[in-house]
């Protein structure tokens, strides 16, 4: 479809409808590996957990704490090497390797709070840090409870019983 | 003059007489690290806030370019400038120390030629005898305004681009030594439904196309007129886009060097800058270190700038609206020429 018109340099202004050209772009992006991007996360998140489990049994035999009683220091634990990361500097790098690996663990939501803690430190304690600390894990919070809810209804209403 | 549509022809012929560049650690990486003024090692440049970092980098860029072009500052009538920050903070506080009438412009990545463009215009109509151009970009303060935390781990596609940091400014006089602003076309606003923040090359090539095809029609000229023609910031997607649209109108792109400044501002098979570099920096420090560098020493005669700009507002793609974008072309040539 040449638009060209006789004489130099005369040519027409681009044209073409918006549903055409999504198709012509979408043509030209490079693709993203779902299977890939599902390995890495199998393998990152994987690994997170099995540093976990391996924090958790060190409380266990080290402290002599219960399973129930070392998950907390557990999960305290992982929040802090997370929080470390990220004030390294190397969380972010980290997640764009490994996705949804690195963003679904405790390690992630951490990640998202410390990040937006240390962004906003400049404008404050409170404006700042205090009322943006949230602006990324809030909706998981939200999202989270409304989820606890629904199941919690469902668990009332058809007495599913988990263990 | 008005030629055509759309473009300016200066027939006063003004000169950039001098240009300042200052760019930060991951531009200094790069392949065109020897072309800028100065190279900051540390992203923050030992300052409080990202939003004080870059405006010191502008600051900087400025006082370069009036040091480059043998001025005093007062001797500078106007600065027109602009930047991605919300009400262009780190133009309003350089203006403020540089202490000239200033014109705040916003024309996102695109703001480095629609400054120079107008900057020509102002001295080729004898409203100014020296106008100076600047823009800056910060890669933090974009993520932080546009994306999320600076360190929230969050997986970039292939077709996200990298914010450019750094700064560039230019002085155009209405006469001196230097490469000479012959024309610039302003740039219509070209929406095709892209609405993906993380693919703003897709979203800004149609742009690039329009302006390009409108300023030759507007002209009378040929690629083959031009020994390069560079966009501003479509990096590798949205470049691969604008050949293939070229392809298809029948323009002879391939009678010139068509480039894009964000794919020569980093290497991008060795930087992890996903698709390349954006910002409006990008096309400035670019334009102003490499380019006219070149320009100076004969490699170039006559280019052509085209800065694009996806004018977009986390406000506006959060609420699902498409990319807005513009590009405006401006035409260099070696002052001798």
């Known amino acids: ?163 | 003059m008005l030629r055509g549509k759309q473009t300016w022809w200066f027939e006063n012929r003004p000169v950039i007489i001098g240009t300042g560049t200052v760019v930060g650690p991951d531009e200094g990486a790069g392949p065109l690290t020897a072309d800028f003024d100065l190279v900051h090692a540390e992203l923050d440049l030992n300052q409080k806030s990202w939003e004080k970092a870059e405006r010191l980098l502008l600051e900087q860029a400025s006082d370069f370019a009036i040091k480059n072009s043998g001025l005093r500052k007062d001797q500078v009538q106007f600065y027109i400038g602009g930047d991605l920050l919300n009400q262009l903070i780190s133009n309003s506080f350089t203006a403020r120390d540089l202490g000239l009438p200033y014109i705040g412009v916003f024309g996102a990545c695109s703001t480095s030629m629609l400054s120079l463009a107008l900057a020509a215009h102002l001295v080729n109509s004898g409203t100014a005898e020296f106008a100076m151009a600047g823009t800056c970009s910060h890669n933090c303060t974009a993520e932080k305004q546009f994306r999320y935390p600076t360190e929230y781990g969050s997986q970039k596609p292939p077709t996200a681009q990298y914010t450019v940091t750094g700064a560039g400014a230019a002085v155009v006089a209405a006469s001196g030594n230097g490469p000479v602003v012959t024309c610039a076309t302003i740039g219509k606003i070209v929406d095709l439904g892209i609405s993906d923040p993380f693919n703003m090359g897709a979203a800004m090539a149609p742009a690039a196309v329009d302006t390009i095809q409108t300023h030759l029609s507007d002209t009378g000229r040929m690629p083959a007129d031009y020994d390069m023609i560079v966009t501003g910031d479509l990096a590798t997607v949205g470049h691969r886009i604008a050949v293939d649209l070229f392809a298809r109108d029948g323009v002879p792109m391939q009678d010139t060097v068509f480039s894009d400044c964000g794919l020569m501002i980093y290497d991008v098979e060795r930087q992890k800058v996903q698709a390349g570099g954006s910002g409006c920096a990008c096309s400035a420090v670019v334009t102003y270190g490499h380019l006219m560098k070149r320009l100076r020493r004969g490699e170039l005669k006559r280019i052509l700038v085209v800065a694009t700009g996806a004018l977009l507002s986390p406000l506006s793609y959060q609420q699902g609206e498409t990319i807005p974008c513009i590009a405006h072309a401006v035409a260099i040539e070696r002052g001798d020429a």
């Open chain 1, 1 to 163: 479809m040449a638009t060209r018109t006789a004489g130099k340099g005369k040519f027409k202004p681009m044209s073409m409808s918006s549903k055409e050209y999504k198709t012509f772009a979408k043509q030209r992006e490079p693709s993203r590996s779902v299977l890939q991007n599902c390995v890495r996360a199998f393998v990152s998140g994987g690994l997170i957990c099995v540093l976990g489990q391996a924090i958790q049994n060190g409380y266990m035999s080290w402290m002599k704490l219960s399973a129930t009683q070392a998950a907390n220091p557990t999960v305290a634990t992982l929040i802090f090497i997370s929080v470390l990361l990220t004030c390294f500097g190397v969380y972010d790098k980290l997640a764009q390797w490994a996705g949804a690996g690195s963003a679904v663990p405790v390690t992630g939501f951490a990640n998202s709070m410390c990040s937006a803690a240390l962004e906003h430190r400049a404008e404050g304690l409170v404006l700042g840090v205090g009322g943006n600390m949230f602006k990324l894990a809030g909706s998981v919070i939200v999202y989270g409870t409304v989820a606890a809810f629904v199941i919690g209804l469902i668990h009332v209403i058809f007495g599913i019983r988990g263990h």
